[in-house]
């Protein structure tokens, strides 16, 4: 497998990085991607998207990372309409998808982790109605939604839910984040009407959902903490000490390198598991985790040492270095623990093929 972005992919990822490198970081991005027609990349023509892959897809969170522009792509894009795409029903897909693929409407995906696990439940009423019951914490921009995709527990199994955002019964409260780049929710349903959704196989579909979630997640960690490389190399170019650069000391440049070498290792792991989308089962899953788990150390890592490098203004509320601590600190906890990830990579290696 190529760990490497084709010639067309070096080209979108340009091309997007000098649009939003005109916007600051936690600034709104979401019209900037709309024109560019990104929103359609991962879903296939059928349903209104451009049909291109999950590699193409994890440039777009590279570079989101990269911007720490604020949208809700990857909580309606990736989150919800592939979650949608690969779990839900043939007629809901045809149904939801298109606005969310347009970006005409937004989504955000309503489940536990793993994506299985759900706090709320399900009451069948008819072959296409749920009643949901019970709250789930931390949904990814789950205030600012127009539909809600919801994986709720039944007395038959997992269920996989629409609902529109606004109806009677769902409450959503809005949480405070050490992250002020990226919302999260409290979402309650008190017997909220839902249309059920569930596709041929629902398990499966969530797995792949699962892991091209925390791919694309691990591809704008690794955005993100190019960002600080970059940042911290810009500094240490212009900022004098004793008479020289502070690159030229030894120390700095160590810190560097070693930025540089957990960035590039995962970097390369992400684009192995985008790359891995095709095989689906468990092999997907691992490269997914593996990815994951470099992506987070690297994230926190880069972060950390970029305000060392800058020093006393790296703490500073007016230096954009703290909303890249802030998003690599959430990150890291959402979805999973880096260490539950590790666990999942450590029985992989055990169990073998």
């Given at each position: 497998?190529?760990?490497?972005?084709?010639?067309?992919?070096?080209d979108?990822?340009?091309?997007?990085?000098?649009s939003?490198?005109r916007?600051?970081?936690?600034?709104?991005?979401?019209?900037?991607?709309?024109?560019?027609?990104?929103?359609e990349?991962?879903?296939?023509?059928?349903?209104?998207?451009?049909?291109?892959?999950?590699?193409?897809?994890?440039?777009?969170?590279?570079?989101?990372?990269?911007?720490?522009?604020?949208?809700?792509?990857?909580?309606?894009?990736?989150?919800?309409?592939?979650?949608?795409?690969?779990?839900?029903?043939?007629?809901?897909?045809?149904?939801?998808?298109?606005?969310?693929?347009?970006?005409?409407?937004?989504?955000?995906?309503?489940?536990?982790?793993?994506?299985?696990?759900?706090?709320?439940?399900?009451?069948?009423?008819?072959?296409?109605?749920?009643?949901l019951d019970?709250?789930?914490?931390?949904?990814?921009d789950?205030?600012?939604a127009?539909?809600?995709?919801?994986?709720?527990?039944?007395s038959?199994?997992?269920?996989?839910?629409?609902?529109d955002?606004?109806?009677?019964?769902?409450?959503?409260?809005?949480?405070?984040?050490?992250?002020?780049?990226r919302?999260?929710?409290r979402?309650?349903?008190?017997?909220?009407?839902?249309?059920?959704?569930?596709?041929?196989?629902?398990?499966?579909?969530l797995?792949?959902?699962?892991?091209?979630?925390?791919?694309?997640?691990?591809?704008e960690?690794?955005?993100?903490?190019?960002?600080?490389?970059?940042?911290?190399?810009?500094y240490?170019?212009?900022?004098?000490?004793?008479?020289?650069?502070?690159g030229?000391?030894?120390?700095?440049?160590?810190?560097?390198?070693?930025m540089?070498?957990?960035?590039e290792?995962?970097?390369?792991?992400?684009?192995?598991a985008?790359g891995?989308?095709?095989?689906?089962?468990?092999?997907?899953?691992v490269?997914?985790?593996?990815?994951?788990v470099?992506?987070?150390?690297?994230?926190?890592?880069?972060?950390?040492?970029?305000?060392?490098?800058?020093?006393?203004?790296?703490?500073?509320?007016?230096?954009?270095l703290?909303?890249?601590?802030?998003?690599?600190?959430t990150?890291?906890?959402?979805?999973?623990?880096?260490?539950?990830?590790?666990?999942?990579?450590?029985?992989?290696?055990?169990?073998?093929?």
């Amino acid at each position: 497998m190529r760990l490497e972005l084709s010639e067309e992919q070096q080209d979108l990822g340009s091309s997007l990085r000098a649009s939003l490198s005109r916007t600051a970081a936690g600034r709104d991005v979401w019209p900037a991607l709309l024109e560019m027609g990104l929103t359609e990349i991962p879903f296939p023509e059928h349903v209104g998207g451009a049909g291109f892959t999950l590699k193409d897809t994890v440039v777009v969170m590279s570079e989101l990372g990269r911007s720490l522009g604020s949208a809700p792509y990857f909580s309606s894009v990736i989150l919800a309409g592939l979650t949608l795409l690969h779990a839900g029903s043939d007629a809901a897909c045809a149904q939801y998808l298109p606005p969310i693929a347009d970006g005409s409407a937004t989504a955000a995906l309503v489940t536990g982790f793993p994506f299985g696990t759900s706090l709320v439940t399900a009451r069948v009423q008819d072959s296409d109605t749920v009643v949901l019951d019970g709250a789930q914490e931390s949904v990814v921009d789950g205030s600012d939604a127009d539909v809600l995709l919801v994986v709720a527990n039944g007395s038959d199994g997992p269920h996989l839910a629409a609902i529109d955002a606004h109806a009677e019964g769902v409450i959503r409260t809005r949480r405070e984040t050490l992250d002020f780049t990226r919302g999260l929710a409290r979402v309650e349903f008190s017997g909220a009407l839902a249309h059920r959704i569930t596709g041929t196989d629902l398990s499966a579909g969530l797995d792949t959902a699962q892991a091209v979630a925390i791919t694309a997640l691990a591809a704008e960690q690794v955005g993100a903490a190019r960002a600080c490389l970059e940042m911290s190399v810009d500094y240490a170019k212009t900022r004098r000490q004793f008479g020289r650069a502070i690159g030229s000391f030894q120390a700095i440049k160590h810190r560097l390198t070693d930025m540089s070498i957990a960035i590039e290792l995962a970097e390369a792991a992400v684009l192995d598991a985008a790359g891995a989308d095709t095989r689906r089962g468990p092999e997907f899953s691992v490269a997914a985790a593996t990815a994951r788990v470099l992506a987070s150390r690297a994230a926190t890592f880069a972060a950390e040492e970029s305000i060392q490098i800058h020093g006393g203004i790296g703490f500073t509320w007016e230096h954009p270095l703290h909303r890249y601590f802030r998003r690599a600190k959430t990150s890291e906890l959402l979805f999973g623990s880096t260490t539950l990830h590790v666990e999942a990579v450590a029985a992989a290696l055990v169990q073998g093929p």
